[in-house]
């Protein structure tokens, strides 16, 4: 295969990516729509996802612990966030996919309208 036919399929792969998108824009899949949107990697996604799983046995030992105030889970959520992402985006698209539901409950509180 040479590079014009190389550069043809990605091409094709791409328009048909596009197409995909509209499809699944019908769904309640927001999360993994996003990450095709953005073109995140799979590390980026596996850093994501850990750090919110982290994000939220923080968010249940401060709720234990009595903690009302959670801005500065807000702000660690948006230092993690890699840098295609935005807080206003990711977090409506987890709750829309019942994703983290607690946290980003918590989280969304602090978006600015």
């Known amino acids: 295969m040479n590079y014009h036919e190389i550069m043809e399929r990605l091409k094709m792969l791409e328009f048909h990516q596009k197409l995909l998108l509209k499809m699944v824009k019908e769904t309640n899949l927001g999360f993994y729509r996003l990450i ?3 073109s995140l990697t799979q590390t980026e996604v596996n850093d ?3 750090a919110c799983e982290n994000l939220s046995k923080d968010l249940q030992k401060q ?3 009595g903690f009302v105030n959670f801005h500065p889970l807000f702000d660690k ?3 993690i966030l890699p840098p295609k ?3 206003g985006e990711i977090i409506p698209a987890c709750l829309e996919q019942g994703l983290y539901v607690p946290l980003m409950m ?3 509180r602090y978006l600015k309208d």
Do not use: G, I, M
């Open 36 to 38: 095709v949107e953005k």
């Open 106 to 108: 918590e989280l969304k």
């Open 63 to 65: 709720k234990a612990e």
């Open 48 to 50: 994501l996802l850990l």
């Open 85 to 87: 992402l935005r807080s």
């Open 77 to 79: 959520f948006n230092a």
